[in-house]
Protein backbone atom coordinates (compact mmCIF):
# COMPACT_ATOMS: atom_id res chain seq x y z
CA UNK A 1 0.00 0.00 0.00
CA UNK A 2 0.91 3.29 -1.12
CA UNK A 3 1.46 5.92 1.45
CA UNK A 4 2.38 9.45 1.52
CA UNK A 5 4.87 10.43 3.90
CA UNK A 6 5.63 13.61 5.75
CA UNK A 7 8.28 14.87 3.34
CA UNK A 8 6.39 13.88 0.38
CA UNK A 9 3.37 16.11 1.48
CA UNK A 10 3.37 19.76 0.99
CA UNK A 11 0.03 21.90 2.28
CA UNK A 12 -1.92 24.07 -0.52
CA UNK A 13 -1.19 27.52 0.58
CA UNK A 14 -0.10 27.09 4.02
CA UNK A 15 1.26 30.46 4.24
CA UNK A 16 -1.47 32.23 3.01
CA UNK A 17 -3.54 29.89 5.20
CA UNK A 18 -1.82 31.22 8.28
CA UNK A 19 -1.64 34.58 7.27
CA UNK A 20 -5.77 34.48 6.60
CA UNK A 21 -6.83 32.44 10.02
CA UNK A 22 -4.27 35.27 12.09
CA UNK A 23 -3.37 32.67 14.16
CA UNK A 24 -2.26 33.93 17.64
CA UNK A 25 -1.07 31.62 20.90
CA UNK A 26 -3.51 30.74 23.26
CA UNK A 27 -6.45 30.17 20.58
CA UNK A 28 -9.09 27.53 19.91
CA UNK A 29 -8.70 26.27 16.49
CA UNK A 30 -10.26 23.83 14.22
CA UNK A 31 -9.07 21.84 11.21
CA UNK A 32 -12.21 19.94 10.12
CA UNK A 33 -10.46 18.20 7.60
CA UNK A 34 -6.98 17.29 8.92
CA UNK A 35 -5.42 14.75 6.37
CA UNK A 36 -2.23 14.23 6.68
CA UNK A 37 -1.92 17.10 9.55
CA UNK A 38 0.66 19.51 7.52
CA UNK A 39 -2.27 22.83 8.21
CA UNK A 40 -2.80 21.48 11.51
CA UNK A 41 0.44 21.10 12.30
CA UNK A 42 0.96 24.58 11.85
CA UNK A 43 -1.53 26.13 13.88
CA UNK A 44 -0.44 24.11 16.50
CA UNK A 45 3.13 25.95 16.34
CA UNK A 46 1.72 29.36 15.44
CA UNK A 47 -0.79 29.15 18.68
CA UNK A 48 1.81 27.76 21.12
CA UNK A 49 2.46 27.33 23.86
CA UNK A 50 -1.65 26.93 24.99
CA UNK A 51 -3.47 27.24 22.50
CA UNK A 52 -5.63 24.36 21.86
CA UNK A 53 -6.92 22.29 18.03
CA UNK A 54 -10.01 20.17 17.24
CA UNK A 55 -8.11 18.11 14.46
CA UNK A 56 -11.58 16.37 12.75
CA UNK A 57 -11.39 14.50 9.56
CA UNK A 58 -14.01 11.72 8.21
CA UNK A 59 -11.56 9.65 7.51
CA UNK A 60 -10.81 7.48 9.87
CA UNK A 61 -7.44 6.10 8.45
CA UNK A 62 -6.67 9.95 7.90
CA UNK A 63 -6.46 10.79 11.25
CA UNK A 64 -5.25 7.51 12.66
CA UNK A 65 -1.99 8.41 10.35
CA UNK A 66 -1.97 12.28 11.61
CA UNK A 67 -2.40 11.15 15.08
CA UNK A 68 0.46 8.78 14.83
CA UNK A 69 2.92 11.27 13.31
CA UNK A 70 5.01 13.39 14.69
CA UNK A 71 4.08 16.55 15.73
CA UNK A 72 3.14 18.87 19.05
CA UNK A 73 -0.18 17.16 19.44
CA UNK A 74 0.52 16.00 23.08
CA UNK A 75 -1.92 17.44 25.52
CA UNK A 76 -3.35 20.47 23.05
CA UNK A 77 -5.35 17.97 20.61
CA UNK A 78 -8.54 16.39 20.31
CA UNK A 79 -9.34 14.22 17.42
CA UNK A 80 -12.43 13.85 16.41
CA UNK A 81 -13.43 11.25 13.57
CA UNK A 82 -16.47 12.94 11.85
CA UNK A 83 -17.86 15.12 9.29
CA UNK A 84 -16.70 18.72 9.25
CA UNK A 85 -20.83 19.20 8.61
CA UNK A 86 -21.17 17.69 12.44
CA UNK A 87 -18.15 20.69 13.51
CA UNK A 88 -21.32 22.64 15.64
CA UNK A 89 -22.11 19.47 17.59
CA UNK A 90 -18.69 18.38 17.88
CA UNK A 91 -17.49 21.81 19.17
CA UNK A 92 -20.81 21.74 21.64
CA UNK A 93 -20.75 25.15 23.27
CA UNK A 94 -16.90 26.60 22.43
CA UNK A 95 -16.46 29.03 20.03
CA UNK A 96 -13.01 28.69 18.05
CA UNK A 97 -11.27 31.62 16.92
CA UNK A 98 -10.47 30.00 13.66
CA UNK A 99 -11.67 27.54 11.77
CA UNK A 100 -9.80 25.69 8.31
CA UNK A 101 -11.41 23.64 6.19
CA UNK A 102 -9.41 22.18 3.07
CA UNK A 103 -12.15 20.50 0.61
CA UNK A 104 -9.91 18.35 -1.70
CA UNK A 105 -9.08 14.56 -1.45
CA UNK A 106 -6.02 14.51 0.26
CA UNK A 107 -2.54 13.20 -1.30
CA UNK A 108 -2.83 9.90 1.18
CA UNK A 109 -6.41 9.06 -0.28
CA UNK A 110 -4.91 10.15 -3.80
CA UNK A 111 -1.66 8.29 -3.82
CA UNK A 112 -3.19 4.69 -2.06
CA UNK A 113 -4.15 2.46 -4.52
CA UNK A 114 -6.66 0.47 -2.56
CA UNK A 115 -8.70 3.56 -1.65
CA UNK A 116 -10.12 3.82 -5.43
CA UNK A 117 -10.11 7.68 -6.10
CA UNK A 118 -6.97 7.72 -8.55
CA UNK A 119 -7.01 6.11 -11.98
CA UNK A 120 -3.37 5.97 -11.92
CA UNK A 121 -2.80 3.04 -10.59
CA UNK A 122 -5.26 -0.20 -10.32
CA UNK A 123 -7.48 -0.43 -7.38
CA UNK A 124 -11.16 -1.49 -6.27
CA UNK A 125 -13.42 1.41 -7.14
CA UNK A 126 -14.43 2.58 -3.56
CA UNK A 127 -13.67 6.57 -3.52
CA UNK A 128 -15.34 6.78 -0.03
CA UNK A 129 -13.88 9.09 2.24
CA UNK A 130 -14.99 7.63 5.45
CA UNK A 131 -14.92 3.79 4.49
CA UNK A 132 -16.68 2.85 7.52
CA UNK A 133 -20.17 3.69 5.49
CA UNK A 134 -22.53 4.49 2.13
CA UNK A 135 -22.15 3.01 -1.12
CA UNK A 136 -19.04 2.59 -3.48
CA UNK A 137 -17.84 4.26 -6.37
CA UNK A 138 -18.56 0.74 -8.11
CA UNK A 139 -22.15 0.25 -6.29
CA UNK A 140 -23.06 3.98 -8.44
CA UNK A 141 -21.36 2.50 -11.51
CA UNK A 142 -22.92 -0.80 -11.73
CA UNK A 143 -26.62 0.36 -10.06
CA UNK A 144 -27.35 3.84 -11.49
CA UNK A 145 -29.56 3.73 -14.10
CA UNK A 146 -27.84 4.77 -17.36
CA UNK A 147 -29.61 8.52 -17.38
CA UNK A 148 -28.73 9.17 -13.75
CA UNK A 149 -25.17 8.22 -14.11
CA UNK A 150 -25.40 10.64 -17.10
CA UNK A 151 -26.71 13.45 -14.65
CA UNK A 152 -23.88 12.70 -12.26
CA UNK A 153 -21.05 12.92 -14.61
CA UNK A 154 -22.71 16.15 -15.96
CA UNK A 155 -23.32 17.85 -12.73
CA UNK A 156 -20.67 16.83 -10.41
CA UNK A 157 -18.21 16.94 -13.68
CA UNK A 158 -19.06 18.96 -16.21
CA UNK A 159 -18.16 16.40 -18.54
CA UNK A 160 -19.99 17.07 -22.16
CA UNK A 161 -19.75 13.71 -23.16
CA UNK A 162 -21.47 12.25 -20.22
CA UNK A 163 -24.35 10.85 -22.12
CA UNK A 164 -21.89 9.24 -23.74
CA UNK A 165 -19.75 8.11 -21.61
CA UNK A 166 -23.04 6.83 -18.97
CA UNK A 167 -23.66 5.18 -22.31
CA UNK A 168 -20.38 3.04 -22.52
CA UNK A 169 -20.79 1.93 -18.95
CA UNK A 170 -23.86 0.85 -19.12
CA UNK A 171 -22.81 -1.55 -22.33
CA UNK A 172 -19.99 -2.57 -20.50
CA UNK A 173 -21.68 -3.14 -17.21
CA UNK A 174 -23.89 -5.99 -19.26
CA UNK A 175 -21.04 -7.83 -19.78
CA UNK A 176 -19.84 -8.19 -16.21
CA UNK A 177 -19.51 -5.70 -12.85
CA UNK A 178 -16.91 -3.28 -13.48
CA UNK A 179 -14.95 -3.08 -10.62
CA UNK A 180 -11.18 -1.91 -10.84
CA UNK A 181 -10.51 1.98 -11.53
CA UNK A 182 -8.02 0.84 -14.14
CA UNK A 183 -11.12 -0.57 -15.81
CA UNK A 184 -13.54 2.29 -15.52
CA UNK A 185 -11.04 4.69 -17.07
CA UNK A 186 -10.47 3.06 -19.54
CA UNK A 187 -14.00 2.61 -20.55
CA UNK A 188 -14.55 6.18 -20.15
CA UNK A 189 -11.38 7.25 -22.31
CA UNK A 190 -12.36 5.09 -25.28
CA UNK A 191 -15.98 7.36 -24.84
CA UNK A 192 -14.74 10.23 -24.45
CA UNK A 193 -12.50 10.63 -27.09
CA UNK A 194 -14.93 9.32 -29.94
CA UNK A 195 -15.65 12.52 -31.53
CA UNK A 196 -12.89 15.03 -30.43
CA UNK A 197 -10.29 15.84 -32.39
CA UNK A 198 -7.35 13.40 -32.29
CA UNK A 199 -4.14 15.04 -30.06
CA UNK A 200 -6.44 17.72 -28.35
CA UNK A 201 -4.47 18.79 -25.33
CA UNK A 202 -6.42 19.10 -22.23
CA UNK A 203 -6.63 16.89 -19.08
CA UNK A 204 -7.02 12.50 -18.61
CA UNK A 205 -10.54 12.38 -20.91
CA UNK A 206 -11.13 10.20 -17.31
CA UNK A 207 -10.48 13.02 -15.06
CA UNK A 208 -14.23 14.83 -14.89
CA UNK A 209 -16.21 11.28 -14.14
CA UNK A 210 -13.85 10.39 -11.49
CA UNK A 211 -13.86 13.62 -9.99
CA UNK A 212 -18.44 13.79 -10.45
CA UNK A 213 -17.86 9.98 -8.89
CA UNK A 214 -16.05 10.93 -6.33
CA UNK A 215 -18.23 14.19 -5.76
CA UNK A 216 -21.59 11.75 -5.60
CA UNK A 217 -19.83 9.16 -3.38
CA UNK A 218 -19.00 11.74 -0.49
CA UNK A 219 -22.06 13.68 -0.75
CA UNK A 220 -19.55 16.71 -1.04
CA UNK A 221 -21.81 19.47 -2.29
CA UNK A 222 -24.76 18.26 -0.08
CA UNK A 223 -25.28 20.93 2.69
CA UNK A 224 -21.93 22.68 2.11
CA UNK A 225 -23.37 26.24 2.35
CA UNK A 226 -25.47 25.88 5.09
CA UNK A 227 -22.59 23.96 6.87
CA UNK A 228 -20.24 27.02 6.46
CA UNK A 229 -22.92 29.20 7.32
CA UNK A 230 -23.78 27.22 10.67
CA UNK A 231 -19.77 26.81 11.48
CA UNK A 232 -19.28 30.50 10.72
CA UNK A 233 -21.86 31.52 13.28
CA UNK A 234 -20.39 29.70 16.04
CA UNK A 235 -16.98 31.53 15.49
CA UNK A 236 -15.79 33.58 18.30
CA UNK A 237 -15.91 37.71 17.67
CA UNK A 238 -12.87 38.44 15.41
CA UNK A 239 -12.74 34.70 14.38
CA UNK A 240 -12.09 33.63 11.13
CA UNK A 241 -13.31 30.96 8.69
CA UNK A 242 -10.72 29.97 5.85
CA UNK A 243 -11.62 27.54 3.69
CA UNK A 244 -9.57 26.04 -0.20
CA UNK A 245 -11.86 24.49 -2.63
CA UNK A 246 -10.19 22.43 -5.72
CA UNK A 247 -12.94 22.38 -8.06
CA UNK A 248 -15.47 25.16 -9.57
CA UNK A 249 -18.42 23.68 -7.76
CA UNK A 250 -17.39 23.29 -4.27
CA UNK A 251 -15.57 27.44 -5.00
CA UNK A 252 -18.78 28.82 -6.36
CA UNK A 253 -20.57 27.49 -2.93
CA UNK A 254 -17.85 28.96 -0.71
CA UNK A 255 -17.81 32.20 -2.66
CA UNK A 256 -21.98 32.96 -2.60
CA UNK A 257 -22.22 31.73 0.88
CA UNK A 258 -19.25 33.93 2.04
CA UNK A 259 -20.48 36.86 0.01
CA UNK A 260 -24.17 36.52 2.27
CA UNK A 261 -22.51 36.57 5.31
CA UNK A 262 -20.45 39.38 4.30
CA UNK A 263 -24.40 40.97 4.77
CA UNK A 264 -24.39 39.19 8.07
CA UNK A 265 -22.06 40.92 10.72
CA UNK A 266 -18.80 39.23 8.79
CA UNK A 267 -16.06 40.91 6.86
CA UNK A 268 -15.11 39.34 3.94
CA UNK A 269 -11.52 38.92 3.60
CA UNK A 270 -10.83 37.71 0.30
CA UNK A 271 -13.07 39.62 -2.49
CA UNK A 272 -11.25 37.14 -4.75
CA UNK A 273 -9.84 33.72 -3.59
CA UNK A 274 -6.09 33.45 -3.24
CA UNK A 275 -4.23 31.17 -5.94
CA UNK A 276 -0.77 29.56 -5.29
CA UNK A 277 2.11 30.77 -7.16
CA UNK A 278 4.06 29.70 -9.79
CA UNK A 279 6.81 28.46 -7.66
CA UNK A 280 4.78 26.66 -5.44
CA UNK A 281 2.91 24.93 -8.75
CA UNK A 282 6.13 23.74 -9.32
CA UNK A 283 6.91 22.13 -5.98
CA UNK A 284 3.70 21.00 -5.72
CA UNK A 285 1.75 20.15 -8.65
CA UNK A 286 -1.29 18.96 -6.92
CA UNK A 287 -2.01 22.52 -5.42
CA UNK A 288 -2.43 24.24 -8.78
CA UNK A 289 -6.05 24.44 -8.46
CA UNK A 290 -6.52 25.27 -5.03
CA UNK A 291 -8.80 28.86 -4.36
CA UNK A 292 -8.78 29.97 -0.39
CA UNK A 293 -11.44 32.48 0.49
CA UNK A 294 -11.65 33.60 4.52
CA UNK A 295 -14.27 35.30 6.28
CA UNK A 296 -13.70 36.97 9.97
CA UNK A 297 -16.77 37.40 12.34
CA UNK A 298 -17.58 40.67 13.79
CA UNK A 299 -19.68 43.00 15.45
CA UNK A 300 -22.02 45.41 14.21
CA UNK A 301 -23.84 47.70 16.53
CA UNK A 302 -24.64 43.91 17.92
CA UNK A 303 -23.56 40.44 17.62
CA UNK A 304 -24.01 38.47 14.73
CA UNK A 305 -26.63 35.95 14.91
CA UNK A 306 -25.13 32.99 16.37
Not at 178 to 205: M, Q, S, W, Y
Not at 233 to 246: H, K, N
Amino acid sequence: MAIVTEHEHEPALLVETMELLAVKPGGLYVDGTVGLGGHAREILARSAPDGRLVAVDRDAEALDRARERPGPWSGRTRFVHGDYRELPEILGGERPDGVFLDLGVSSAQLDTAERGFSFQAEGPLDMRMDRSQGDTAADAVNRLPEDELADVIYRFGEERASRRIARAVAEARRRGPIATTTELAAIVRRAARHGRRPGRPGLDPATRTFQALRIHVNRELEGLAGALAAIAARLAPGGRLAVIAFHSLEDREVKQTFRRLAGEGFHLLTKKPVRPGAEEVSRNPRARSARLRAVERRFEGKEAAA
